[in-house]
Each structure stands twice: as C-alpha cells, then as structure tokens.
C-alpha cells in the first residue's frame, strides 16, 4: 500500500460520518445485568459500548443505590449524576427477583439472553432459587460473571466489601500516602477500578472466539485481588 493510498483509508475508516456504520463488536449479544454501585454497573456498561444489549434489572423501591449516594438530598427520578456515566447504552426494568414470579420472568429473559453479571453477596442468587446452576438448566449457554469483594467461596466470602475495604485488605492502602503516616486509601477507587475494567473480557471471550459461543460457564471476580495486583509493583495483575 503506498503511502497516498494509506492515508486515503485511514480517512475513510475515521471519518466521523461513518461511525454509526461501523461494526460492533458485541453486536447481537444480550446482557442481564443485576447489580449495584460500581463493581458490576461498569463491567455492562463496557459491554454496552461494544454494541452488546444490556437490561439492567433493579429491585423494585431499592434500585441501585448509585441513585442516590449523593450527600444532600435526592434527584429528579432518583438519577444522581454519577450514576449516568455507568449506566448509559442500557435498557432499565424492574423485577423482584426475591418472589417466584419474578424468579420466572428471570428465568424467562435468561433463555433468551447470552450474559448474566450480577454483584449481590455470593449465595444471594442461589438463595433466591436463580443462582448458576438453576439458570443454567435453563439456557447451558449461559456465561454467569458474579463480582464481588472476596470471590465465592473464600473465607471471607460473607463479608460486604466496598472499595477502602479491599485496598485494606490487599495492602494497597500500606504502600499509598506518605512515609511516616497511617496508610491512606487511593482517592480514585483503584480497586473497584481494576476489577470492573478486567472483567469485561471474561463475558466477550466466549462470543469474540474462534469456537464462537458454545457451552456456558461461571467465572467469579474478586475486588481484592484486583488491588493487590496494583500493590505489587508496576505490573497489572488481573483475575
């Protein structure tokens, strides 16, 4: 290709003009999304952006508490500004999930759709009656990603865990701040950052394979390890 030749097709593959008709990656493929706050919302809402279709689903009156995290007051239909920027490209229903009605109508988005996050504490889905192993009787296909602080089935599994938790427990918090001074916690959520950027790819591979899509799986996300990636030194470590 000569060199005219090449910026000839750059321009062409960049022009803005063109960007609604490019190919999406993620195109045809549907998302359920049962999460809250940040380590979950953001993993589908990356997946959005490669064109797959996400339903985020919310528990009737509580919602997804980044609603409404703001300190002062409440806003206009429950939608505190952060809350948009990971909850774009998204279509938005609610579902209570804890009643068998709901369980069924899950049950019954699940055998026409392709991907399953969720970020509730591990053994809260099996509780309900729609955890892996009952959905995956009704769609095998299924690919289940369940984030959370300390993965399933560790020691610590039942405990909540937020952002400064596992930057504690990783031993982020040791190596930021100033020599001398109490560990501090990473302003950027560093944590919940690595996990929530890395696991996209645990729902794509499937579909982006040379295979293509074909025998469902279960893959677990812990925000802790993600830190202590970060804690080890300038590489990334990624679960």
């Not at 960007?19 to 940040?38: D, H, N, Q, Y």
């Amino acid at each position: 290709m000569s060199a005219q030749d090449y910026f000839q097709w750059t321009e062409d593959l960049f022009d803005p003009d063109n960007a609604f008709f490019k190919p999406e990656a993620l195109k045809g493929v549907r998302v359920l999304e049962l999460c809250t706050r940040v380590f979950g919302p953001v993993t589908a809402d990356l997946l959005a952006d490669f064109g797959a279709e996400v339903i985020k689903i919310e528990l009737p009156g509580v919602g997804d508490l980044m609603r409404y995290v703001a300190p002062r007051g409440f806003f206009w239909q429950n939608i505190f500004p952060a809350f948009t920027h990971m909850n774009h490209n998204k279509l938005h229903v609610a579902i209570d999930i804890r009643r068998p009605e709901g369980g069924d109508l899950l049950k019954r988005l699940v055998a026409r759709s392709d991907v399953l996050i969720e970020n509730f504490r591990p053994g809260t889905m099996d509780r309900w009656g729609v955890g892996y192993r009952q959905l995956s009787e009704v769609n095998p296909r299924l690919v289940y990603q369940a984030n959370s602080g300390f993965g399933q089935w560790s020691a610590y599994k039942d405990r909540p865990s937020y952002d400064a938790t596992s930057q504690a427990m990783s031993g982020f918090s040791a190596i930021t701040g100033f020599q001398g001074r109490t560990p501090s916690r990473s302003g950027s959520g560093s944590a919940t950052t690595r996990g929530r950027s890395s696991r996209p790819s645990a729902s794509w591979e499937p579909f982006t394979s040379a295979s293509g899509p074909g025998r469902g799986s279960s893959s677990t996300s812990l925000r802790a390890k993600a830190s202590s990636g970060a804690s080890t030194g300038p590489g990334c470590t990624f679960t």
